[in-house]
């Protein structure tokens, strides 16, 4: 199975040039998150939309507008479709394309942290309905991907923070070094520390794409981090759900693995650290999470497939039922 190929730069000048390269005055349209428009310029010539882009716009009203400009621009399957921006972006855009004409040539340019070591990568496609988060959606493959580290210099912390959780999750899962490194604070090493989070995610993708095993490891802390984002409304961050929902997995591994306790300890002074919260307490009653949680995909019969650890770099997946994932919630 053939995975993104991959091209990186320091420079917005630089990523323009790749862009010229790749699009070489081919049909194209660019979509890009219409809050970086102020930050980027790129070549005039290129035929470029801006998407306004948030939890609330991740809907299949944006992906109609997405489809009306690729068909007010003629676009075929050979064209070259470019999105601009953030994970929600990347989610869209990828939909849009992977359904028009039933597959056109998708390729991405990720601005955020989140996006760079995660969301861009594998192929997850999907846009939130009243059931939650990417209920409907595609497995497809962006032909290319622009990583362009240039971005991050003007990112908010929560979006830092948001790249930092999945890198962790990344070094818990296949990689110990991200876990050093981070903890280490050696974030002036950024493109070392994307790069060796992409590689774990891809050493997982190349066996198990369309998340029927393996894959599902990816999911460390994020049964629990969508569960959060849900019941918060989205007002608590993608990585800070996830932080608390792996922080939460650690300790549950620790009672039926016996995972070194030291693990969680560490991994919550982090948190500390960077002014992330360790604890949520739910608004909805049990009833409410269980209706919430029943639409998780990884759900089949009440029992969800849940991701821990042994120790770093030996995740496990378990079937955890539904209500006995509730009360270890709900009761802590």
């Not at 219409?34 to 470029?48: A, E, R, T, V």
Request: negative net charge; charged residues 25%.
């Amino acid at each position: 199975m053939k995975l993104s190929e991959i091209h990186y730069s320091n420079k917005f000048d630089d990523l323009d040039s790749q862009l010229k390269n790749f699009i070489n005055q081919e049909k194209h349209v660019i979509f890009i998150d219409s809050k970086l428009s102020s930050i980027i310029n790129l070549d005039p010539k290129f035929k470029i939309f801006e998407i306004e882009i948030n939890e609330s716009t991740k809907d299949l009203n944006t992906i109609q507008k997405i489809w009306k400009i690729m068909f007010s621009e003629s676009l075929d399957r050979s064209s070259k479709i470019i999105g601009i921006g953030g994970g929600v972006l990347s989610d869209l855009v990828g939909f849009a394309t992977s359904t028009f004409k039933r597959g056109a040539n998708l390729s991405l340019v990720p601005s955020t942290f989140l996006g760079m070591v995660d969301a861009a990568h594998g192929g997850k496609t999907g846009f939130n309905n009243e059931f939650g988060k990417n209920q409907i959606g595609t497995f497809f493959i962006p032909e290319k991907i622009f990583i362009c580290t240039e971005f991050l210099d003007s990112i908010s912390e929560i979006e830092m923070n948001n790249g930092i959780i999945e890198s962790l999750k990344a070094g818990f899962l296949g990689d110990k070094e991200i876990i050093e490194m981070i903890y280490q604070d050696k974030l002036n090493n950024l493109e070392e520390i994307i790069k060796k989070s992409i590689q774990v995610k891809y050493n997982i993708l190349k066996n198990d794409l369309r998340e029927s095993n393996e894959r599902m490891f990816l999911n460390l802390g994020h049964t629990i981090g969508h569960l959060i984002e849900k019941d918060s409304n989205y007002s608590i961050s993608h990585g800070q759900a996830v932080a608390i929902g792996m922080l939460k997995g650690f300790e549950i591994s620790e009672s039926k693995f016996n995972l070194n306790s030291s693990i969680r300890d560490e991994f919550k002074s982090f948190l500390n650290k960077q002014s992330m919260k360790t604890e949520y307490s739910f608004n909805s009653n049990q009833s409410e999470l269980k209706e919430i949680i029943s639409n998780d995909k990884k759900v089949t019969s009440d029992v969800v497939k849940f991701v821990l650890i042994k120790n770093i770099q030996e995740p496990v997946l378990i079937d955890f039922s539904i209500n006995d994932l509730l009360e270890v919630l709900t009761n802590a």
